[in-house]
């Protein structure tokens, strides 16, 4: 690599973590496939999202110092064209999940002691809350607000539509974990437990493994 | 965003299309109590309340509403889910056409275990193993039909299935496409297609 | 039976998949409201001879609410699809929908797509610090910067990138920025080439 | 100006920067632009690629896109016009031509800067001399004084009246010159050939941008377009590129890669998509040598196949149905009947695609098939969306554009030798004196196909060969011939086509007809469009068609 190109990939990297761009990119695309196959909404990742995207302007802006046709612009663009669709690609799917859960997962939101535990980013929350109101409003329009009084209420807790957590999931384990409880499913007290080794691969419901999945022990692929 | 890669397996809500349409097969009754002033819902009985003894195909919904709490009325099975049928499907699920025996055949059989008494353990059963049975060669012509042929082969499937179907066809096809390295190409978004079509068709 | 019509609203969205969206039904509507105010009515009449000891009547009102609760499900049921279908319109025409789609709207769903699209639109722009990210573009993944595409119909002049514009005339094949083009392709203007 | 490293002078010029492609709808001109177009997606040169047809279609693309490049290549058309005349072109704005229509106007080859021409001009190709065709009048004193400079000096009103006699000497000179110039049209080298070569200076080449070459040269050679001598220096040249880019053997490539043999092929159409006896009684050659639409023909025909030892039914059923055996050895089988059925060009040096396991197509096939695309019968397709399914045909993988191409091709040539067969029948195919003349009958059913150029062109030379091989006297092989044809396809009415073909006898391919046609139509006002690059077809109102041929018989006589 030369110095050049160094200097157009790296950028300005100086506070936070000593985390390289490729690393940053390497745990968003992590983020970005978790995300796809996860029934549920998983924790935003908005600093990895920020520094990418902070990565890619400057990129681009380096890429206009250099000489138009120079081959290696090619290269470049593409790059930032390869980085913006993994962005772009998990932002999707999450907004996705944001607007069909949304009264699920704001009640979720309103719930929580920590905001670090938050699973919206900031932006997120907004948009879920001006989706949720925006829906109800619509509703209390058109029918709501012209059917029996008892019947007006829009009722969260029965209507809002919530994750299937009982899906079935393809993980690969990062840190080995002894004796994850499996529950059986049928409720009839068949429960088992599994040594999850390091690099092994499983099927199974996402539910008893979505704790080891907030904590980065594994990971979905 | 359709395009997005994952099929969220289903699971239905209280908006759900499916779910409303599945809630709505008949389930035969019996009314326990009178329902004053209701006999307008019975089109052969000619009286003003809806007597004790009256019996009825109620939709699955209000049959386990009336159910539930007071005991309003009692339920039997739909004649799909009783012994007769559970013996045809036992011998050979995968021969059955259970579109034409009932289109939801999964998603009313569950919503019918709380009505079905002691019989909850033999239809809980009986869905779980006729999927068993049928899921294989779903699976299979799923991935290997002919576009014109799909059409016949989905027609004797449940709604539950078909969907299941469906799932298949279209990763089976994306697979394809990025076998043959056309994964990439942009196309057309499908509803603009569809709504270009429907133009070109009114017009001509 | 009861909550027939209320049925009728949930099958016509059944039977019109495929990203259809039928007009929007205000007269079946109607009469579901007026079906259930009169149960309501009749119900509020036979809870007051309930409240005073006639315990006969508690089937009626029990099977009367039950169609009451069916009834408000189907109509909410019938408003939340039509309103996902037009948030998947956002996504696939753009922000502004064919005239003919626009008419089978009714005033309230055009409100809540001009909201959608103006919280969609916030979002996108609160991303990152320099502008923020357009999420309708790179809907598959690059393989190349540069695309053949065939245009479709005539689109006349268009602006590929700064002061480089290209005449779109139906039949022409052109070579161009896949990021510049990716819209007209999505709306069926443009058709890539393999 | 003449254009001759194309490379440094026109592939490095437009490095960078966008340009405009106008291709005329011809199966050389699409080849061609599929080489190009490879070529700049492999440097990203954006471009645009409209396709046209008509004159009127260049210069209203043109217009359209004048403002959005500065950068212009026309491919197959233009060459003949005079285009900072016909197109005035902003100052800035550059045009390449690479055109195979001939002869090309003497005002862009001596264009000094905004007209390149990137054709390669034959040996045999004379343009007259820069100081014949051109002179500028101020200069004039010098150059013509020069002689009497010695002499002494002699009377003003004397010198004037020599100089005018010299001028007009000139004048009179400069118009014979380009009259000679101009008279015949014919077709130069395949234009795709030249990108292909293009291509390969760039060492960009690849068996795909060959394929296209060897279609693009196979075209000239099909439709008898190009001088055989320059066909066979053509087709030796692309032999050599095949064996050096086909050499691998097939295990070391993957199996679906393009594959390209030279080999000696049947000069039937598409007979490996049809059945021997169909295609030999629809190609041209062989139809008209053994005249099969007589009973006299028909016996020969069978005759030959007997000697050949090929079961009639095997002969009628589709070639892929045929026995291994018979298909492997028809070739050789004909190779050894051809001279004594008087079919001595039966086989011609030709090649052939192969692609994994799918079935061979010739490049003949390719061309018989793209050439009916081109010209859909379907009415719903316009010219330029026919031209985007040629260019689909050519294109790998899409072997379904390539064979409703043949198919239509089949119904295209079937049309053709209905009509030849009526216009023999009904002895529709008169002497006009200096040439013979024959229409197709308004309400024909079968118009439909006639009114477009090419497969009027082809009509036009099967009626000759026909005729000329029924017709007793040896005069007739000397005559040109002239054929109509109601243009149904045009928005206006009674309009015709008219096409003229050289005579059978003449070796050389050049054609006399654009020139007769426009001098014709200019004398007796006749309203006629001169619309198409191929000069030897002309759009005439049907009103002055009587007119239109008295001028030309004299004209020609």
């Known amino acids: ?47 990895l999202v920020d520094c990418m995207l902070d990565q890619i302007n400057q990129m681009s802006e380096n890429l206009k110092r250099c000489k138009k046709y120079d081959f290696r612009l090619a290269i470049h663009k593409m790059e930032i064209d390869r980085i913006r669709y993994v962005l772009s690609s ?48 619509h509703f209390q329009n058109l029918v709501l ?23 079935y999931v393809f993980l690969k384990v990062k840190q080995a974990t002894p004796g994850v409880l499996l529950e059986d499913d049928t409720g009839e007290g068949r429960d088992e437990e599994v040594d999850f080794k390091e690099g092994s691969q499983y099927l199974m419901r996402y539910k008893p493994i979505m704790e080891l999945l907030q904590s980065g022990a594994v990971t979905l692929i | 965003m359709s395009a997005a890669l994952h099929y969220p397996s289903y699971y239905p809500s209280y908006f759900s299309i499916e779910d409303i349409l599945a809630t709505n097969e008949k389930v035969p009754c019996k ?42 009325v009692s339920c039997q099975l739909p004649k799909t889910f009783r012994e007769r049928y559970r013996e045809i499907l036992k011998a050979d699920a995968a021969l059955v056409d259970l579109h034409t025996l009932s289109p939801h055949f999964y998603e009313l059989g569950q919503h019918l275990l709380p009505l079905a008494g002691p019989e909850g353990t033999t239809l809980g059963l009986l869905l779980v193993e006729t999927l068993r049975e049928r899921l294989r060669s779903i699976m299979d012509t799923s991935l290997n039909t ?41 196309t057309t978004s499908y509803m603009v297609t569809q709504h270009n079509k429907r133009k070109f068709s009114e017009v001509s | 039976m009861l909550s027939e019509k209320a049925l009728e609203l949930i099958k016509e969205l059944d039977r019109s998949k495929d990203g259809k969206l039928p007009a929007f039904n205000e007269d079946i509507i109607r009469k579901v409201l007026e079906e259930m105010n009169t149960l309501f009515q009749q119900n509020q009449r036979d809870v007051g001879e309930a409240a005073a000891g006639e315990i006969r009547y508690f089937p009626s009102i029990h099977l009367r609410h039950a169609a009451l609760d069916r009834n408000k499900r189907c109509l909410l049921a019938y408003l939340y699809n039509r309103l996902e279908r037009i948030r998947a319109m956002r996504w696939e025409f753009g922000s502004i929908l064919p005239a003919d789609i626009r008419a089978n709207l009714c005033e309230p769903e055009t409100q809540w797509f001009n909201r959608y699209n103006k919280n969609l639109a916030s979002y996108m722009r609160s991303l990152g610090e320099a502008g923020g990210l357009d999420l309708t573009q790179d809907t598959k993944p690059p393989k190349n910067l540069y695309v053949e595409v065939r245009c479709l119909r005539d689109y006349g002049e268009w602006e590929v990138e700064e002061g480089d514009t290209v005449v779109l005339q139906k039949d022409t094949t052109h070579y161009l920025p896949l990021a510049a083009c990716h819209h007209l392709i999505r709306q069926g203007v443009l058709e890539q080439v393999e | 100006m003449l254009v001759s490293d194309l490379r440094k002078e026109f592939y490095d010029v437009i490095k960078g920067k966008r340009i405009l492609v106008l291709v005329h709808s011809d199966i050389d001109g699409i080849c061609a632009s599929k080489i190009l177009q490879s070529l700049f997606r492999a440097d990203h040169i954006l471009y645009t690629v409209v396709p046209v047809k008509t004159r009127s279609d260049l210069v209203s693309a043109f217009e359209q896109h004048r403002e959005q490049a500065r950068y212009f290549l026309l491919l ?16 800035d704005v550059k045009i390449f031509v690479a055109d195979n229509h001939r002869p090309l106007d003497v005002c862009n080859i001596y264009n000094g800067d905004q007209v390149r021409i990137l054709s390669q001009l034959g040996e045999d190709e004379e343009v007259p001399a820069f100081e014949d065709v051109f002179r500028e009048e101020e200069s004039e004193d010098e150059d013509e004084d020069s002689d009497e400079e010695d002499g002494k000096r002699r009377r003003f009103d004397e010198e004037t009246l020599e100089r005018r006699r010299a001028r007009r000497q000139w004048h009179q000179q400069r118009h014979k010159i380009i009259f000679d110039y101009t008279q015949f049209s014919y077709y130069g080298s395949s234009t795709a050939m030249l990108m292909f070569d293009l291509a390969w200076k760039l060492s960009k080449d690849n068996n795909e941008l060959l394929w296209w070459a060897i279609v693009g040269v196979t075209e000239g050679q099909v439709f008898e377009r190009t001088e055989q001598d320059r066909c066979v220096l053509a087709t030796g040249t692309l032999q050599g590129h095949v064996s050096r880019l086909n050499h691998q053997t097939q295990d070391s490539q993957p199996l679906d890669c393009l594959r390209i043999t030279f080999e000696k092929e049947l000069k039937l159409a ?5 059945s021997l006896v169909e295609s030999m009684r629809h190609s041209l050659y062989a139809s008209t040598t053994l005249k099969l639409w007589t009973l006299r023909g028909e016996k020969r025909l069978q005759e030959l196949l007997a000697e050949m030892g090929l079961p009639l039914v095997q002969c009628r059923q589709l070639y892929s149905g045929m026995d291994v055996n018979l298909r492997q050895d028809l070739r050789s089988l004909l190779e050894e009947k051809s001279e004594k059925y008087g079919l001595p060009d039966l086989l011609f040096p030709s090649f052939s695609a192969s692609r994994g396991f799918r079935i061979k197509v010739g490049s003949a096939d390719y061309v018989y098939s793209a050439a009916a695309l ?19 045909c050519l294109a790998v993988g899409r072997e379904e554009v390539l064979e409703r191409g043949i198919e239509g091709s089949k119904q295209q040539l079937s049309a053709i030798y209905r009509q030849v067969q009526t216009f023999l029948d009904m002895n529709q195919v008169i002497s006009a004196g200096p040439f013979l003349y024959a229409t197709v009958i308004q309400g024909t059913p079968d118009a439909w196909f006639f009114s477009a150029p090419h497969c009027l062109t082809l009509l036009a030379r099967f009626t000759l060969r026909a005729h000329v091989s029924v017709s007793r006297g040896r005069k007739s092989g000397a005559l040109p011939l002239v054929l109509t044809s109601p243009d149904v396809r045009a928005a206006q009415p009674d309009t015709c086509l008219v096409c003229g073909i050289p005579p059978t006898s003449e070796d050389s391919r050049r054609n006399f007809f654009g020139k007769a046609f426009e001098q014709a139509a200019e004398k007796t006002a006749s309203r006629a469009e001169l619309e198409f690059f191929d000069t030897n077809i002309i759009r005439l109102s049907v009103d002055d068609r009587s007119k239109f041929f008295d001028a030309l018989i004299s004209l020609l006589s």
Request: one cysteine or more; charged letters at 30%.
């Open chain 4, 374 to 392: 081109l010209e859909p019968p379907q009415k719903d397709i316009t010219p330029t969306a026919a031209a985007l399914d040629v260019a689909d």
């Open chain 1, 90 to 137: 998990y932002l999707r799917v999450r907004l996705e999940k944001i607007e069909r859960f949304a009264h699920h997962l704001l009640e979720k939101q309103t719930n929580l002691s920590n905001e670090d535990l938050s699973i919206l980013s900031p932006q997120e929350a907004a948009y879920a809350k001006d989706y949720a109101s925006s829906l109800e409003a």
């Open chain 1, 145 to 167: 607000q012209h059917v029996p009084e008892n019947l007006r209420t829009f009722d969260r807790g029965k209507m809002s539509v919530k994750p299937n957590l009982d899906s």
């Open chain 2, 146 to 186: 002919t576009e014109d042929d799909a059409g016949t082969r989905q027609s004797k499937l449940d709604q539950l299935e078909r969907s299941l179907f469906l799932t298949g066809r279209k990763t089976f096809r994306d697979h394809q496409l990025w076998l043959s390295r056309r994964a990439h190409i942009v």
């Open chain 2, 31 to 72: 009314f326990e109590k009178t329902a004053c002033d209701l006999g307008f819902l019975d089109p052969s009985g000619g009286s003003k309340d809806l007597e004790v003894g009256t019996k009825l195909e109620l939709p699955c919904w209000l049959a386990r509403a009336l159910a539930s709490r007071r005991q309003i």
């Open chain 4, 76 to 91: 197959n058309c233009g060459g003949c016009l005079d285009l900072v005349d016909v197109l005035s072109p902003p100052e």
């Open chain 1, 1 to 47: 690599m030369s110095d050049n190109e160094e200097d157009i990939i790296e950028g300005s990297d100086e506070e936070g973590e000593a985390m390289t761009a490729s690393e940053v990119l390497q745990k968003l695309e992590e983020a970005w496939i978790t995300e796809r196959m996860s029934p549920t909404l998983e924790k935003h990742q908005s600093e």
């Open chain 4, 270 to 274: 598409l007979y490996r998509h049809w």
